[in-house]
């Protein structure tokens, strides 16, 4: 696939696995992924940043390939689903955006396979966290002109004496510091009291897994386990890292990441080989100043 074509390739005819019931190998999987061109070599990528900052490599999976085509989305939720089947789900988690479309299959499979009542899909949302600050008005405004950083005035308060009574004394903003997942559209109440699986396509540092999870333990519901599609963490992320009984990955794969600002790739073939169709690259030249 040459640079910034189209990243999802064509499809004409469904997998052989299609239809049949028996367990498939991870190495039939694996092509399954290479067929599609969802499993990118030799090229350069931007990492979605960690807690320890930015970081590149040279593979990519792009589950986004594989997401347009039901004949190989349903099979692959079947095999996770088949795993859990006798785990007790009662409820299939997503995070959004991926995992909107595997909570279905995979809920679906579960009530299919038992032939039991209905297995509930539902998805957790991201949501952004801030830090609330108040300030001196002439400290805020030397800090935007010598460290800024996109703030949000939440409020302000005058001065209510003095010689200028109605000047600006203070003002009231706030940082964004994370992201957190939330239930929105009641699905909290869905979640309460229910035995759960998330499901996830790709798992990175496993960090938007974890934040699935705190919000159905948030909500009152009952973690089973964790599935994905693929695990490209090379092992570090597990179902104990996750804090769940079990992580059942279709595809476990190690990439190597390196940190940005040691990247031999950025060295070699310089800053703006990046892919700016897949992954972070795009952030990555508007960070440098190259875009």
């Known amino acids: 696939m ?5 990243v999802v390739k064509i499809i004409s005819k469904p997998p052989k696995f299609f239809g049949r019931r028996e367990k498939m190998h991870e190495d039939e999987i694996k092509k399954i992924f290479s067929d599609a061109d969802a499993i990118i070599t030799d090229d350069h990528f931007v990492y979605a940043q960690k807690s320890d900052g930015w970081y590149h490599g040279s593979a990519y999976v792009n589950k986004d390939a594989i997401y347009p085509y039901t004949r190989v989305i349903s099979p692959l939720c079947k095999e996770i689903a088949n795993y ?16 909107v479309s595997l909570s279905q299959w995979v809920s679906y499979h579960l009530a299919s396979s038992n032939d039991q009542k209905e297995v509930l899909a539902v998805f957790a949302e991201e949501e ?18 010598t460290d800024f950083k996109p703030v949000t005035i939440t409020s302000v308060r005058l001065q209510e004496r003095g010689m200028y009574p109605h000047a600006l004394e203070k003002v009231v903003y706030k940082i964004k510091v994370g992201t957190k ?8 109440k869905v979640v309460k009291g229910k035995k759960c699986l998330v499901v996830e396509d790709i798992i990175n540092s496993g960090a938007t897994v974890q ?4 919000a159905i333990r948030d909500a009152g519901g009952d973690v089973v386990g964790v599935g994905a599609l693929c695990n490209r963490s090379g092992g570090t992320v597990k179902g104990e890292t996750l804090s769940v009984p079990v992580l059942h990955s279709l595809l476990n794969i190690r990439m190597r990441m390196i940190k940005e600002d040691v990247c031999h790739i950025c060295r070699e073939k310089g800053e703006k080989s990046v892919r700016t169709d897949l992954g972070k690259g795009k952030e990555f030249l508007v960070r440098k100043g190259l875009l």
């Open 128 to 145: 952004d966290v801030f830090d609330i600050h108040e300030m001196p008005s002439g400290d805020f405004v030397t800090m935007l002109a």
């Open 2 to 6: 040459q640079k910034n074509q189209s």
């Open 181 to 188: 997942r939330i239930f929105k559209r009641g699905y909290d």
């Open 84 to 99: 859990f089947k006798d785990a007790g789900v009662e409820v299939v988690v997503g995070p959004t955006i991926g995992g």
């Open 211 to 214: 934040k699935t999870i705190k």
